[in-house]
């Protein structure tokens, strides 16, 4: 069933099974924001009375060619999918963080996608040292070829949450990071909730950029102009 509102827009979502991806999905569902909201991925996802307003799309991603049809139709697609090295190994993680971004991306494009927005990370960077900011440079580069009306990349710093797996030594950084916030709140962490504000919001306000970038500061500042939801 499609969510009501949007003026008829249509968006898809791939990673809510994440952190960012399930708090992008509930800004989405609360703000009404799209008519058609998609979730496409490599499982369905138990999501509660949320079920009921989103379309869920089950796809191979390493035949993600022959899932095409997940990809047409939509005015703007959301990009949250990401995977650790320590999850799965280095190729796995190039596999996940670019390549199969980088698919979709083509797919997307092909299937009528106008907007594509991007969460990569502070530091990316394609000629890095550092695998996992030089496979987020390349994927921002690849997303950015396939030729997109409108591209918009988010570099947030450490994410600031809850997360359901553990993480032991991020949820140490978390609680350091969390304390400098107070002081500095826009160096070096974010919160996941005011990311998925800012996705929502960049969409939202018109903009004549084919490709912006917002690092984490001007995360905040997104994240922050946005009203808050009335419950």
Known sequence: ????????????????????????????????????????????????????????????????????????????????LGTTRAKAGADGFVRVDRDYVAQAAELARAGGCKHFVLQSSQGANAQSHFLYLR???????????????????????????????????????????GAVARVCPTAYSVPVETVAKAMVACVLQPGEEKVKVLENGAIHELGKAVPQQST
Not at 25 to 43: K, N
Not at 58 to 76: K, P, T
């Open 1 to 80: 069933m499609a969510a009501a509102g949007g003026g008829g827009r249509s968006c898809f979502v791939l990673g809510a099974s994440g952190e960012t991806g399930r708090t992008l999905l509930r800004e989405l569902l609360a703000r009404r924001a799209f008519a058609r909201v998609t979730l496409i991925g490599r499982r369905r996802l138990s999501l509660g009375q949320a079920e009921a307003a989103v379309e869920q799309a089950v796809v191979d991603f390493e035949r993600l060619g022959e899932h095409a049809a997940a990809f047409q139709g939509h005015d703007v697609g959301f990009c949250c």
């Open 135 to 177: 496979v987020k440079g390349e994927v921002e580069n690849l997303v950015q070829a396939v030729g997109f009306e409108r591209c918009t990349i988010l570099r947030p710093a450490v994410l600031l949450c809850k997360r359901q797996e553990s993480r032991p030594m991020e949820w140490i950084a978390q609680q350091f990071l």
